[in-house]
């Protein structure tokens, strides 16, 4: 209770400065509030108009906040500082296209659960895979979870929902190279400028965003090892590309390969050849790497990061060579053409995975090689290859019974 010079008790909130002029100060919902004035009746009439209009703004907002206005500024003040850089981008898409683009404009307060299971339901019609929906549906409990607890909705529409369908079909059986296959593709890279590049890939595991973060920096030929500190990302963003270096992917994926195999004779070869054609380019000002891409193992002829959809593109035109070069030989040799099965980035790293389980590594040592987070991930690699093993030893015995 504010007083007067003199004592006197003024009421909450005011009181009466050493200059004789008459103060209401106070903070409401977050609203500060400050009045001065010789006249105290003057004050007490400003602060309870002022105390009103900031009661009644929380409140208007409150009413009208649309669910996209809501997420907007969730996402901004609770979830950018919690996660990478290069999540932002899809975790902002994943809930517009899941949500946002369907119940985004309803006002928050009038959010119902049933709203909500429609628009999952419309997804599950249209054969959109759970996990896609899933990662909207978290994305949305988390953001009416907080706006439950900042008194904007009494309760969490979402608290109880869930999606529970899954693809039609088998799972699809996670690609990758034989060890014939792998001596394929390398012989098929011999005059490539990426082959240094595809050789690592094949001989580390590293992601395919590691592999475009490596900077020499990071390449210890004293110790003969590769330190994964960084990952490479690429987001498009209102139309412009944004090319940046973040935290690999977990706690985990922060390690020491060592060199294995012909890692230290490629890495050699990709530091002389670049350092030759980036010489030539920087002096014409063509060198494209600049700031923190200017260190990068692996990029372009031009310089340029060696990004996700590079990487892929080339992976998809080695194997398409291939094919080609398969078809003329098998017409030379008439017989029926062998096709090479289509790959990606993650199937060369999921090759290197498998090349530990025919070597016997421990699995143990193959997830710390591989950055997995979790033992599992690396023990499902390790119990597919072993039934295939099995599998094929069972097609043998029954060959020669059959025989």
């Not at 602060?47 to 009103?52: D, L, N, P, Q, V």
Request: proline share 2%; aromatic share 10%.
């Amino acid at each position: 209770m504010g007083k007067d010079n003199r004592g006197k008790e003024l009421g909450k909130c005011l009181y009466q400065r050493k200059d004789g002029r008459y103060e209401a100060r106070a903070t409401v919902n977050g609203i500060k509030i400050g009045i001065i004035d010789k006249d105290l009746n003057v004050v007490k009439f400003k602060y309870a108009e002022a105390r009103k209009q900031a009661e009644r703004s929380v409140d208007f907002r409150k009413c009208n906040i649309t669910l996209n206005e809501w997420f907007a500024e969730w996402f901004e003040r609770y979830k950018i500082p919690k996660v990478k850089q290069s999540s932002i981008v899809s975790m902002k898409r994943s809930y517009k296209n899941i949500f946002g683009n369907y119940i985004g404009d309803i006002k928050l307060n009038a959010l119902t659960t049933d709203h909500i299971q429609d628009v999952i339901n419309l997804h599950q019609k249209a054969g959109k895979a759970a996990s896609t929906v899933r990662n909207g549906l978290s994305l949305l409990q988390q953001c009416l979870e907080r706006a439950r607890n900042s008194c904007y909705i009494p309760g969490n529409p979402c608290y109880d929902l869930s999606v529970s369908w899954e693809r039609d079909g088998a799972p699809e059986e996670q690609r990758y190279l034989s060890s014939e296959e792998q001596k394929v593709f390398l012989e098929a890279v011999e005059d490539s400028w990426y082959k240094e590049m595809f050789y690592i890939m094949f001989y580390t595991g590293m992601r395919v965003g590691e592999v475009g973060g490596l900077k020499w920096e990071n390449v210890d030929f004293n110790k003969k090892e590769i330190r994964i500190r960084l990952s490479l990302s690429c987001n498009y963003e209102y139309g412009v590309k944004k090319q940046f270096l973040g935290t690999p992917k977990t706690p985990n994926s922060i390690r020491n390969i060592p060199f294995i195999g012909e890692v230290e004779q490629m890495l050699k070869s990709q530091k002389r050849k670049q350092d030759e054609i980036k010489r030539e380019l920087k002096a014409n000002g063509r060198w494209r790497s600049e700031g923190e891409l200017e260190d990068l193992v692996f990029t372009t002829t031009m310089g340029s990061p060696a990004t996700r959809y590079i990487v892929e593109k080339e992976v998809n035109k080695v194997v398409k060579d291939i094919n080609c070069s398969e078809q003329i030989h098998a017409v030379m040799e008439n017989r029926e053409p062998i096709e090479f099965e289509k790959a990606t980035p993650h199937a060369i790293r999921h090759s290197f995975c498998s090349r530990c389980y025919e070597m016997g590594i421990n699995v143990k040592v193959t997830q710390k090689l591989m950055g997995h987070a979790h033992l599992s991930t690396t023990s499902d690699i390790y119990t597919h290859m072993e039934k295939k093993v099995v599998t094929n030893e069972i097609e043998k015995f029954g060959s020669i019974i059959n025989g």
